[in-house]
């Protein structure tokens, strides 16, 4: 065999068959059918579990059994509706996870609620706060007809945010932090409208200085003797000053009302979309010794922090001294009661936790009474809903939309990180609730707020481009003669080495020999 038989290409196959010119080419499915199905599953998923917490309780099922399911499917029914009138390339599997979430927070919040000794039932309004963060979901998604025009508010998110973080000052503390507004019986937590805003304003002001951020500066001044620190580089303080400043302020304020938990997500969420945007691995390890020292400091200085670093070093100590479990030791007890399939949904004794049990320590009793199948399976959902977020990021075409996605699937991913970790004695206890699981009308409506911003950059990313017109001259696949048809290359220019400008290898040239 020849030199040139052996390194011959294989024989052309079919042609493949090209459109004409205005032809419709196949545009991809939009999968809302999948994603009314899902609803069903999830509204059918949580009505079933509000029965069997009655069953459990009273051997009965709930009277209002019915109206909850209608109740729950409604409101799926509403937001399904909207993304297929806006948004019908969206993701299909990001509402179905989100009512899914909040229907079996629901469920828990009742379960809880049967308990006396929590204080009033907690249920009902977190139901009307359900009602709202659904409808705020098709809103947005009705009236956002781009996420690319948030751009342009970039400086008003921070404004807004920054006075929203500031006005829980005026009020009152409440368990030692000052992060409520309360006024004639309603109360609200501005800070969880401010993350949505500052994510906001961090992918605005990123992806317009991302090519500073990521090759302007100078080196650092150890770079030349840490090898893994080289290449890192420090932008100028006119890029970088900004959005550094923005976030001392806000952490600095948390920092008064000791509100550690939404501090540490602002940093995770800084250090996060700081990396999407500059591609930089430096970043996130300037991040982790930065939160780290940050975290020696106020955990030594700061009482109430102190306080919760003690208890998660030594869980058990309260009951060493003769003054029973602490909130984290029964916590610990839920767990561990649970074993691996539960106790089952309304048997379990997680309300000893005391009056945090529908709030921060709601997953001590979905592990209790759901064991770990089905605790893994929660965590799974949240896992699920992080993915596509991602996955949103990395199918959108603009650099805005691909940090904002980023930013949103980050703070959903670092609360379900703290939360878990903290009721699990991985990490202290933060005070943070689990999104759309935990007792909260501020928290459920905020979370449905980013899940409608996440439905509205898929759809972008998803959406199939609009037909390009043909060039002038083309009469279908095989073209004029003389010119290429619509799917056929460009014939190749031979590449000289000896060419100006040409910058091909000239050793890359096959022989002529």
């Known amino acids: 065999m020849s030199a040139t038989s052996a390194t011959a290409p294989p024989p052309p196959g079919p042609p493949r068959p090209v459109p004409p010119h205005g032809a419709a080419r196949p545009r991809p499915a939009a999968r809302r059918g999948v994603e009314l199905c899902l609803l069903v599953a999830a509204v059918g998923i949580s009505v079933y579990g509000y029965a069997e917490v009655g069953l459990a309780r009273s051997g009965a099922v709930p009277k209002d059994a019915l109206a909850y399911g209608g109740g729950l499917g409604g409101l799926a029914l509403l937001a399904h509706v909207a993304v297929r009138a806006r948004a019908r390339y969206a993701d299909p599997l990001l509402l179905p996870i989100a009512v899914l979430l909040n229907g079996l927070g629901l469920v828990l919040v009742y379960r809880l609620d049967l308990e006396p000794v929590l204080g009033p039932r907690a249920a009902?309004?977190?139901?009307?706060?359900?009602?709202?963060?659904?409808?705020?979901?098709?809103?947005?998604?009705?009236?956002?007809?781009?996420?690319?025009?948030?751009?342009?508010?970039?400086?008003?998110s921070v404004t807004a945010a920054l006075a929203l973080l500031v006005m829980p000052i005026a009020f009152p503390a409440v368990n030692g932090a000052r992060i409520w507004i309360r006024a004639a019986g309603f109360s609200i937590q501005p800070g969880e409208f401010a993350k949505?805003?500052?994510?906001?304003?961090?992918?605005?002001?990123?992806?317009?200085?991302?090519?500073?951020?990521?090759?302007?500066?100078?080196?650092?001044?150890?770079?030349?003797?840490?090898?893994?620190?080289?290449?890192?580089?420090?932008?100028?303080?006119?890029?970088?000053?900004?959005?550094?400043?923005?976030?001392?302020?806000?952490?600095?304020?948390?920092?008064?009302?000791?509100?550690?938990?939404?501090?540490?997500?602002?940093?995770?969420?800084?250090?996060?979309?700081?990396?999407?945007?500059?591609?930089?691995t430096g970043w996130t390890a300037v991040g982790l010794l930065l939160a780290a020292a940050g975290a020696a400091a106020v955990g030594g200085t700061e009482p109430h922090v102190h306080a919760r670093v003690r208890d998660w070093l030594h869980p058990f100590a309260s009951i060493a001294a003769g003054q029973g479990p602490s909130q984290l030791a029964q916590s610990l007890f839920a767990f561990g009661n649970g074993g691996a399939l539960g106790t089952g949904l309304g048997q379990g004794s997680s309300y000893l936790v005391g009056f945090a049990a529908k709030s921060d320590f709601v997953l001590a009793t979905a592990g209790e009474e759901l064991g770990l199948a089905g605790l893994c399976a929660l965590l799974g959902l949240y896992a699920l809903l992080v993915a596509r977020g991602f996955a949103a990021a990395l199918a959108t075409r603009d650099p805005f939309g691909r940090l904002l996605a980023a930013g949103l699937a980050s703070i959903l991913a670092l609360q379900v990180f703290v939360v878990t970790g903290g009721v699990m004695d991985l990490i202290p206890l933060t005070g943070m609730a689990m999104p759309f699981l935990a007792q909260g009308g501020s928290s459920v409506v905020a979370n449905w707020l980013i899940v409608a911003l996440l439905v509205r950059i898929s759809d972008r990313a998803r959406r199939p481009e609009p037909e390009q017109p043909a060039p002038t001259g083309t009469t279908g696949a095989a073209g004029t003669a003389g010119t290429a048809g619509p799917d056929t290359p460009p014939p190749a220019r031979p590449r000289n080495p000896e060419t100006p400008g040409n910058t091909g290898n000239p050793e890359s040239t096959g022989s002529t020999a």
């Not at 949505?196 to 003797?225: D, H, M």
């Open 196 to 280: 949505v805003l500052l994510a906001i304003f961090f992918a605005g002001y990123l992806a317009a200085n991302r090519a500073a951020l990521a090759y302007a500066g100078r080196p650092l001044p150890v770079a030349g003797r840490l090898k893994g620190l080289r290449r890192l580089q420090l932008p100028t303080g006119r890029v970088l000053g900004p959005v550094i400043a923005v976030w001392l302020a806000s952490v600095g304020v948390l920092v008064l009302e000791r509100d550690l938990g939404t501090s540490l997500l602002f940093f995770g969420l800084f250090v996060v979309m700081l990396y999407v945007a500059t591609g930089r």
């Open 124 to 156: 009902p309004a977190q139901l009307v706060w359900s009602s709202l963060g659904v409808g705020l979901f098709a809103v947005a998604v009705l009236a956002l007809r781009d996420h690319r025009v948030l751009a342009r508010y970039t400086y008003v």
